[in-house]
Nanobody, 126 residues
Framework: QVQLVESGGELVQAGGSLRLSCAAS????????MGWFRQASGKEREFVAA????????KYADSVKGRFTISRDNTKNTVYLQVNSLKPEDTAVYYC???????????????????WGQGTQVTASS
């Protein structure tokens, strides 16, 4: 089992940048592939990015490709989401998630993930 805690969300102006972090408990972080999702008010949770267990493979939603970067540091049990060129439509609660089962391509649906953090709010003001 793994517990996830996100941080780094805040209010920024459109065009700005943030780095979100997700710290995982336990000693088996490297055995999970990781994902970031977001949920805007009144909308369904949507996929943002995913990264393989070793960090060598990544996948992005089309809406964030070229602006967001997912990475992980298995020595620190942490996954990151670098968010650049923020748009007002990026405003949402951002969640990290962990999946124990290897999948290819990297999963983009919430049901494929086993553990979730509590979320961190990102707001991009226009």
């Amino acid at each position: 089992q793994v517990q996830l805690v996100e941080s780094g969300g805040e209010l920024v102006q459109a065009g700005g940048s943030l780095r979100l972090s997700c710290a995982a408990s336990g000693r088996t972080f490297s055995s999970y592939l990781m994902g970031w999702f977001r949920q805007a008010s009144g909308k369904e949770r949507e996929f943002v990015a995913a990264i393989s267990k070793g960090g060598g493979l990544t996948k992005y939603a089309d809406s964030v490709k070229g602006r967001f970067t997912i990475s992980r540091d298995n020595t620190k049990n942490t996954v990151y989401l670098q968010v650049n060129s923020l748009k007002p439509e990026d405003t949402a609660v951002y969640y990290c998630a962990a999946a124990a089962k290897d999948r290819w391509p990297l999963p983009t649906v919430p049901d494929s993930y086993d553990y979730w953090g509590q979320g961190t709010q990102v707001t991009a003001s226009s």
